[in-house]
């Protein structure tokens, strides 16, 4: 666990002493765990959602995980007969790129449909 030890110390506070005589103190650091984006896709059409930094690129569902604070922006580029509505979810909306600072896990929904129907 991270935190202070030895010397008289423990925990996470701050660590002060008067040095009356050699002390050692260990300061010990764990790393902050990753946070997951998820990406769904919804509707009748088809396309792709990527993401910068890089770890979302895919046609279907999909999760990446990313530092703790990264700011992530997604793209949706639809194929070919169909459309990219909006999307859902972690704050995004619209049709634009969706931008969100991961400080937790979260799930977007990007919707396609098609153009028109081929019936």
Do not use: H, Y
């Not at 202070?4 to 050699?22: A, I, L, P, Y």
């Not at 999909?62 to 194929?79: D, M």
């Amino acid at each position: 666990s991270s935190g202070w030890s030895g010397g008289g110390f423990s925990g996470t506070g701050q660590c002060s002493t008067v040095m009356s005589s050699d002390q050692t103190v260990v300061a010990t650091f764990e790393p902050i765990p990753p946070v997951t984006l998820t990406v769904t896709k919804d509707g009748q059409g088809n396309g792709t959602v990527t993401s910068n930094p890089p770890g979302i690129d895919c046609g279907g569902t999909c999760t990446a995980t990313f530092p703790r604070n990264t700011v992530v922006t997604l793209t949706a580029s639809p194929e070919i007969l169909s459309v990219f509505d909006d999307w859902s979810g972690s704050g995004c909306n619209g049709n634009g790129p969706c931008t969100i600072t991961m400080d937790g896990d979260k799930t977007v929904e990007a919707e396609f449909d098609l153009i028109f129907n081929l019936d």
